[in-house]
């Protein structure tokens, strides 16, 4: 998943991080632990905030939280943070561990957590979520598909994300494709999509759509995914030993996607911070983007002038084919073996973990989905704008079965096939065959 980075982002340097906690935090007496995380480092706007209700976005409420949670645990303990960009996370943590320099606790996308426990570098929680009172019956069905292992949980679930569509309803009216309320007409097979994209681009001049496909990876495999698993299709063959790129199902979804390039239904040439940027100048009708942006999209449209004032909405991908399905994933929080150095330690990484499981409503603000089913469940969060009618995904994500390795490596090479059709002109049954050798050799490499 990409955001868009300020500047002043740093990220953590192997054996260091970066400490955003005050020296007055820092008391003797107290147990210190160490969170890794990324997210953003926003402490000049959040670094004094300690009530996490009163911050936004994904970077100022996870701020909010830590800070809350030293200034009010009685535990005796103090959390310090270490900031990394996104982007190396995984290889500077890699680093780290060789180095024997280990976080507390670190976030980890639930799409990666197989791998680090295959290798036996993560810490199976229940007995001490248990004891903390973390009750792990009450993880969503997604949260619970992304965390739990050969029957052990190995995280806590922090959220789940999702692929969804971020839509301007000012252009869709303009293109006579709302209903009698305001609300957009979605397509419900492949036929009527290309039919609305080619309407919508007769209307208005503009691309149906603006989803990342210049320098990106990502995007292009979790629209695929999407497709292929409304089809009842799948990614891999029997074992998951091999990635199958030429089934009918994945077939139809790359020629769909393709079809809506080469008409030009989809803007051109477009990075991740371009794509955002597309649809909020109103210069595409929907955009392709994750539950991170429902914040960021619902500011923007509150501001008079705005080509979404007024107008800004946002619902799972659309259901084209057999079954709702989307591609999902989440953040977690686990403990890497070695991070806890005494008893002490582990007492308050847990408390923390509980006190992040009890304020789990407020993650949930920035727009991505609840892991606690109480807080899905909750008046609270199906009052926050649009949630009502994305909560299905806590039920209808899928993703790739965790036991799969390198599914980071995965989703960077069948990625970047599809972006060569589209952007090149690659034939697809060039590109997928290139795709299937190159995951097929990832896959046999891993012992």
């Known amino acids: 998943m990409k955001r868009i980075w300020t500047p002043g982002l740093l990220a953590f340097a192997l054996g260091a991080g970066l400490a955003l906690v005050s020296p007055a935090q820092a008391q003797a007496g107290k147990t210190e632990i160490t969170v890794a995380r990324f997210f953003g480092a926003c402490d000049a706007d959040f670094g004094k905030v300690n009530d996490a209700s009163k911050a936004r976005g994904e970077c100022g409420i996870i701020t909010a939280l830590i800070n809350e949670y030293n200034a009010t645990n009685k535990d005796n303990a103090v959390v310090k943070p270490q900031i990394a960009e996104w982007g190396p996370y995984y290889d500077q943590l890699t680093a780290r561990l060789v180095a024997k320099d280990v976080p507390t606790i670190s976030v980890m996308h639930e799409s990666v957590l197989g791998d680090y426990v295959s290798r036996k570098l993560v810490e199976p929680l229940d007995d001490g979520l248990k004891a903390a009172g973390v009750d792990t019956g009450k993880y969503t069905e997604q949260a619970k598909r992304g965390t739990v292992i050969g029957g052990k949980t190995y995280a806590l679930p922090m959220d789940t994300w999702s692929w969804l569509w971020h839509i301007n309803g000012n252009l869709m009216k303009k293109a006579g494709l709302t209903q009698a309320d305001g609300t957009p007409v979605l397509p419900k097979s492949p036929e009527e999509l290309l039919a609305h994209a080619r309407k919508f681009k007769a209307a208005t001049g503009k691309p149906y759509f603006a989803w990342a496909n210049a320098n990106e990876t990502a995007a292009p495999f979790r629209t695929f995914l999407t497709l292929l698993y409304q089809q009842n299709g799948q990614l891999f063959e029997a074992g998951n030993k091999k990635i199958n790129l030429h089934s009918k199902e994945a077939t139809a979804a790359i020629e769909l996607m393709n079809t809506l390039y080469s008409e030009g239904h989809v803007k051109p040439d477009t990075d991740y911070s371009g794509t955002n940027q597309a649809f909020l100048n109103g210069d595409a009708g929907i955009v392709v983007v994750g539950t991170w942006t429902i914040d960021e999209f619902m500011a923007q449209a509150e501001k008079p002038g705005s080509p979404l004032h007024g107008a800004y909405s946002v619902v799972p991908f659309a259901k084209l084919y057999a079954k709702p399905a989307v591609f999902a994933d989440g953040h977690s929080w686990v403990l ?109 490499s891993v012992k």
């Not at 609840?370 to 909560?391: E, G, H, T």
């Not at 806590?394 to 390795?405: L, S, W």
């Open 336 to 444: 890497l073996k070695g991070g806890t150095k005494n008893e002490a330690q582990r007492k308050a990484a847990y408390g923390f973990l509980k006190f992040l499981w009890d304020r789990n409503y407020e993650w949930a603000r920035t727009g991505h989905l609840p892991a606690n089913q109480a807080v899905a469940d909750s008046d609270n969060f199906k009052k926050l704008p649009f949630r009502s009618s994305i909560l299905e995904i806590t039920r209808t994500g899928v993703a790739m079965p965790n036991t799969i390795p390198r599914q980071r490596t995965i989703e960077s090479v069948v990625g970047e096939e599809l972006a060569s059709v589209m952007l090149s002109k690659k034939p697809i049954p060039q590109a997928m065959k290139s795709a299937e050798d190159r995951v097929n050799k990832t896959l046999a």
